[in-house]
């Protein structure tokens, strides 16, 4: 590039708009450990105690909890905040999403659960994501979703989860917009969602020079979704589905995804859409989300 346009090389590159990069010959990390500490300074809990998990397993917010208003101006801070950080940590992505739900009058719980999650940042500032070199580069995707999450709506939260060799590099939890009648249209709706992020991810790779010869495969756990999606035939038990949600038909036929049956204890893709307790420790890691201390030979942050 230095022999087309006219630049100067600085190095390698080891801050980007709050994010730290350590390169090494054999995996690259990016971390936010400055901006996060920077948060706990500005909210006052630089000596707090660590929590092991951004939301608590039997957590349900709402919007009229009886617990009292609180300043929106604060609340709204905190997870615009929490927001920007999920670029390194997919960890507090359903937390981040879940509380800005809760934008508009929030509530002291609000509040709470969000100091909560800054807990959470707090046990876990040398964490963020790694990239392994001499992976096979080829893109899989995981999609999820929890039905009925949502106490007011009865609506599902989606989630979904790209990786392209070693660690995720494309995540989402999302409310649906319909309330799912059955756990195989949730499941559906879910896939859907993940597909269009699929298509949209292989015109970006083709543009890399990374084209996807082969059928991207989309993990998802359940088997009566997986029949739908194969079933080119209409019939009654998904004529309440909205037809728009049936393009992935389309795409399957079309060679672009691929779903396929994930055990639910491999699924990845949980993290985005509930609370968890003992996995959460587990999908972390299979997210690529590590210690600066566990990688190999450890890195100076």
Not at 91 to 103: E, G, H, K, N, T
Not at 149 to 163: C, V
Not at 203 to 222: K, W
Request: glycine share 6%; charged share 20%.
């Amino acid at each position: 590039m230095m022999m087309k346009y006219e630049m100067t090389d600085l190095g390698l590159l080891h801050h980007f708009l709050g994010m730290g990069v350590v390169q090494t010959r054999s995996n690259i990390f990016i971390h936010q450990r400055k901006y996060a500490s920077s948060l706990l300074n500005t909210f006052g809990l630089n000596e707090c105690k660590t929590v092991t998990t951004p939301v608590a397993a039997t957590e349900k917010l709402t919007k009229d909890d009886g617990s009292g208003a609180t300043s929106e101006k604060q609340y709204r801070s905190i997870v615009g905040s929490l927001l920007y950080l999920t670029a390194t940590k997919p960890d507090i992505m359903y937390a981040s999403s879940l509380l800005a739900r809760f934008m508009h009058c929030p509530t002291n719980k609000n509040y709470g659960t969000a100091k909560r999650v800054l807990r959470y940042i707090k046990g876990t500032l040398e964490y963020g994501l790694e990239y392994v070199k001499g992976k096979n580069a080829v893109l899989i995707g995981f999609c999820d979703s929890d039905w009925g999450g949502s106490i007011e709506d009865s609506k599902s939260t989606s989630g979904y989860a790209f990786s392209f060799g070693s660690g995720v590099f494309s995540w989402a939890s999302v409310k649906q917009n319909c309330v799912a009648l059955s756990t195989a249209e949730l499941e559906y709706i879910s896939a859907l969602e993940a597909t269009a992020q699929t298509i949209w991810l292989r015109f970006v790779l083709e543009d890399f020079g990374e084209l996807q010869t082969e059928a991207t495969p989309l993990q998802c756990d359940n088997t009566s979704a997986i029949a739908i999606t194969k079933n080119s035939v209409f019939h009654q038990k998904t004529k309440h589905i909205d037809r728009r949600y049936h393009f992935i038909k389309d795409a399957l036929q079309e060679g672009i995804i691929d779903l396929v049956y994930c055990p639910t204890n491999e699924q990845l893709a949980e993290i985005f859409i509930k609370p968890l307790a003992d996995r959460f420790n587990y999908l972390r890691s299979m997210l690529g989300v590590k210690s600066a201390q566990d990688l190999k030979g450890s890195v100076d942050l």
